[in-house]
């Protein structure tokens, strides 16, 4: 099983930014596609953002495209969230995750622990 490690949650205000880091240290990780979701309180896991191997293709959920943006550095073995002008509704425990592209849909396979991502004032 993939180690992933996520970093740079907090408390942060409401349209501030804020970024998330996972690190790992899987050999495998540079041929693999990665991705955060996030789960609020009472709310079901949800896809917020994934990337592809080289960084070529991307995707994100619609509550968040063009506020968060995710991307990878192969020669760190990391993978980043950039979370723009945060709204209280993005308060969340944060995952990252590495999986595939499938059919043009992306499908996680190994988790991280999360990182949690307050937004108030």
């Known amino acids: 099983q993939v180690h992933l490690v996520e970093s740079g949650g907090g408390l942060v205000q409401p349209g501030a930014s804020l970024a998330l880091s996972c690190a790992t240290s899987?050999?495998?990780?540079?041929?693999?596609?990665l991705g955060w979701f996030r789960q609020a309180p009472g709310k079901e896991r949800e896809f917020v953002a994934s990337?592809?191997?080289?960084?070529?293709?991307?995707d994100y959920a619609d509550s968040v495209k063009g506020r968060f943006f995710i991307s990878r550095d192969n020669s760190k073995k990391t993978v980043y969230l950039q979370m723009n002008s945060v709204k209280p509704e993005d308060t969340a425990l944060y995952y990252c995750?590495?999986?595939?592209?499938?059919?043009?849909?992306?499908?996680?396979?190994?988790w991280g622990q999360g990182t949690q991502v307050t937004v108030s004032s």
């Open positions: 995750n590495s999986g595939n592209y499938y059919n043009d849909n992306y499908y996680p396979r190994d």
């Open positions: 899987d050999r495998t990780f540079s041929s693999n596609a």
């Open positions: 990337i592809s191997w080289n960084g070529g293709r991307t």
